[in-house]
């Protein structure tokens, strides 16, 4: 789920086990169609056009994907001829893709951080995302598969432009956008927050148009994995009970992307660029609404540090049924099951930090699913 967040002092990532059998082996792909951007000029606002004229000088962000934010033009990929080791402007390592050919670049400054991955600057135009120590190969492999089929159907995900392994760590090479996120511009002014709402519900309709990978977890598997991870931090009467809650509920319909928020939208001269695809999955489109609305009003003043979160959900919703085709009432209804399955999800995850927070998540959890009874 969320993986854009830094751990509170002293919280580290939970040890993984070894590659599980849902993680399928990945297939290569001869081309790539090019990235469906989303055109500023066609998303359509509440208050009015979105323009994107000459931006602030912004801090460094602090997410693990908002590093992705500047664009200088040049995504080429220099290879070595015979694939093997080079000098990096730090010292001496190897960097070598799966196929087992080199790719060219230096490991620079980093500019992200987050709890399973580090962001550093690599080529011109380039970045890598790195993964921390510890975490296993095949967790950054699934994010890389996730991305590169996403992109090559069109949908609005970055383009992986490489692999690489960097004294054990594996890392994904992504073209370096320019631009801030969302979440920077609307701190700025640069965008209202009913133009963030609607922003996010073409973005959600995008995704949910986009052809989901045949590898891609479904919800009931998504679920499974992050127990197996964190299951013992709940209990089991909550987690046996979201478990019969997803086998209930519609099957997996369509691709979502379950974690849309305004950390993980960079708006690019282009467009409206989506990162971060680690948790891509197989779902109803019920469940990403249900997640943006977690998002935006359960955790925005603790982790998004948007106190009117609840101003883009609105328009988000009302943006996201009106180009949908679908009755407002009717897409509340649709969400309301899914929302204990989402704060499960965020309770797992380990990144809500405050007491107080986690206990009113799972209250909330297990109100729901009592009603369910």
Not at 13 to 35: D, I, L, T, Y
């Amino acid at each position: 789920m969320i993986v854009a967040v830094m751990p509170a002092a002293g919280n580290q990532p939970k040890p993984f086990p070894s590659r599980p059998r849902w993680v399928k082996g990945r297939k290569a792909s001869s081309e790539q169609s090019q990235s469906a951007s989303l055109s500023t000029t066609d998303v359509e606002q509440t208050g009015g056009q979105v323009s994107f004229g000459p931006q602030p000088d912004l801090a460094p962000f602090s997410g693990v994907d908002e590093g992705l934010c500047r664009w200088n033009g040049d995504h080429s990929v220099q290879r070595t001829r015979d694939g093997g080791s080079f000098l990096l402007a730090a010292g001496v390592s190897s960097a070598r893709r799966r196929t087992g050919t080199g790719m060219q670049g230096s490991l620079g400054e980093k500019i992200g951080e987050g709890v399973f991955a580090d962001v550093h600057a690599w080529a011109p135009g380039q970045v890598v995302k790195l993964s921390k120590r510890g975490i296993p190969q095949w967790v950054v492999q699934h994010e890389t598969q996730m991305t590169r089929a996403i992109f090559a159907a069109g949908g609005p995900a970055p383009e992986v432009l490489g692999e690489v392994t960097l004294d054990g760590r594996f890392g994904i090479v992504l073209p370096r956008f320019d631009g801030p996120t969302l979440m920077q511009a609307m701190r700025t002014g640069a965008i209202t927050r009913e133009q963030a709402g609607a922003i996010l519900a073409k973005l959600c309709l995008a995704v949910h148009k986009t052809r989901p990978p045949p590898d891609a977890l479904s919800l009931r598997e998504a679920m499974d994995a992050r127990l197996r991870f964190g299951g013992s931090v709940l209990p089991e009467r909550v987690t046996t009970g979201v478990l019969a809650l997803i086998e209930r509920l519609a099957p997996d319909d369509v691709l979502c992307h379950s974690d849309l928020q305004p950390r993980n939208v960079i708006m690019t001269a282009q467009g409206p660029r989506l990162i971060d695809w680690l948790g891509a999955a197989r779902a109803p489109f019920a469940y990403e609404i249900a997640n943006c609305h977690i998002l935006l009003t359960e955790l925005g003043p603790e982790h998004a540090d948007d106190p009117e979160g609840g101003t883009v959900n609105l328009v988000l919703q009302a943006e996201y049924a009106r180009l949908a085709g679908i009755a407002p009432a009717a897409l509340t209804a649709a969400m309301q099951p899914y929302l204990p399955i989402v704060r499960v999800f965020l309770l797992l995850a380990g990144v809500v930090h405050v007491p107080a927070v986690r206990e009113r998540l799972l209250q909330r959890v297990e109100a729901a699913l009592r009603s369910e009874d």
